[in-house]
């Protein structure tokens, strides 16, 4: 009897991993693209994830459906980037009945003051306030996203805790030699020729890590107004500075952009991706490939003919 006992229980012992492997995917709800692009190079097949401001989406005018609030109602952790960028989240939150575990990404950065723009001025608004929320724009930021979000991870699925240590600490790897990556393609570029103009200003923290200065007619978001006078204001620098990176983005309307196109004779020089991932078949799918796209296409700019 207790010989059939103890190889009951070496059976089930052994059978553990193989019913641990077998257990359903932790739930995660990520605010939007890039967020779930980071959930899943930290949590791989331990989790699946779903964003709700998809791809191409711009998360600063979402209005979030009662599907999205059922979707996060069922949710076993939240991942949000915090620093005002998600305004319609506690409605959301409350809305789903959802009072599980959330992981503020962004959680430990110092976050820079919203910058309003030239073309910000006093007729227009600034939906996040005085701080600005695009703190993934650094990658030195973003590795603090990874922690934070193996945290939770860990905290909401303690039993997977060593896989995502371990994921989190590959995909630190890949993101610091992205950032060295970055700082040696603007490393022959002088300081001076480093002007670029965006749609709105998305690119402080970029700016801050790579030594780019960055302007922009609207301000940190794009439901922020762009002002006549800021506009020719910003029209006056780019002709008086012979500024020749003028870029529209994925998610911002292009038409501020093509205006000033126009009355500088400056050609824009092509699309950025602030807030958004592209689809799978796209120019940035993750958050690495972004980061690539945008330096390429900076550097180009400012460094062309």
Known sequence: MRRHLVRATLALLTALPALAQGAAPLRVVASFSLLADMVRQVGGDRVTVSALVGPGADAHVFQPTPAQASQVGQAQLVVTNGLGYEGWLPRLLRSAGYRGPQVVAARGIEPLPATPGHGHGGHGRDAHGHTDPHAWQSVPHAMVYVKNIADGLCAADPAGCADYRAGAARYSAELKALDAEIRAAWAPIPAPRRL???????????????????????????????????????????????????????????????????????????????????????????YVALMRANTRALTQAVDGP
Do not use: C, K, M, W
């Open 196 to 286: 670029v103009i965006t749609a709105h200003a998305a690119y402080a923290y970029y700016g801050a890590a790579y030594g780019v200065r960055f302007l922009a007619p609207q301000g940190v978001s794009t439901d922020s107004e762009a002002s006549a006078r800021g506009v020719a204001q910003l029209v006056r620098q780019i002709r008086q500075q012979g500024i020749r990176a003028l870029f529209i983005e994925n998610i911002a309307d292009p038409r501020l952009i093509e205006q000033i196109a126009r009355e500088t004779g400056v050609r824009p020089a092509g699309r950025l991706y602030a807030d958004a991932l592209t689809e799978a078949d796209g120019p940035a799918p993750s």
